[in-house]
């Protein structure tokens, strides 16, 4: 499976991975890619960007090294709610939106919170990608947040930063692939890169997709026509 975009790559920006922006679109490039989603830490995470850094994502061009640059943000649940750990004025100005769940800001609690809390925030119209959600340690209800996240719209992400550092999470993973192919409900394989030389490289996802049959035309990144297609969809559903 060829892939022409890696929607979830960190920078400096955040305090524990080591490459520029411009030297993610460098690599970005290198592997062939038409987008690069610049997804760093929101404020309230202990590592995460500074609020000013949301703030002035627009001094970066559009397109870098003839990449095109999804200005974005991996934003944390921090209640069983579904708040989000940015405000949706904050969420309003980026242009590609991941949510995830870290020990710091959110405890593990029982499968019904995980669900609840995943349930809210595709509540936001402003969210796109529910990420590395395949911890054990947070186990939700899968079923029924595919089938939610089929029906409005939005993508599951298979990570692939996850078969290296949550090998734990890797069943979970499988079986979340499995139920996004039964009810059809799109993906984004990303690499969650925190140095540059990732990008663009999804080998142990990209095997596992393969061995379940994992169907392209439910891949987003896989294609430019699908990626587009969602890119249109979402300024539908945010008016814009």
Known sequence: MQFIADT??????????????????????????RFLGWTDHSPMMVDGAHSWHFGNLSAVPDYLNGVRILR?????????????????????????????????????GRTEDHTAAYLGALESPYVDVL?????????????????????????????????????SSIPNCTRLAQL???????????????FASAIGRFPQASAMLE????????????SLSAMEEYLSERKRRLGT
């Open 180 to 194: 996004c192919k039964e009810y059809e409900c799109r993906i984004v394989v990303d690499s969650d890169a925190h």
């Open 131 to 167: 990420a590395h959600s395949g911890s054990p340690d947070y186990a939700y209800d899968y079923e029924t947040v595919v089938k939610t996240c089929r029906d409005r719209g939005r993508l599951l992400e298979i990570n692939e930063h996850s078969f290296d550092a949550r090998k």
């Open 72 to 108: 974005g943000a991996e934003v944390d649940l921090i209640d069983y709610a579904g708040k989000l750990s940015m405000s949706s004025h904050e969420l309003s100005r980026l242009e590609w939106v991941l949510v995830s769940i870290h020990a710091p800001l959110l405890p593990p």
């Open 8 to 33: 979830h790559t960190h920078t400096l920006a955040s305090q524990h991975a080591y490459s520029t922006i411009l030297e993610n679109a460098r690599y970005a490039a290198e592997a062939g890619l």
């Open 211 to 222: 061995e379940i049959g994992f169907p392209q035309e439910l891949v987003v990144n896989a």
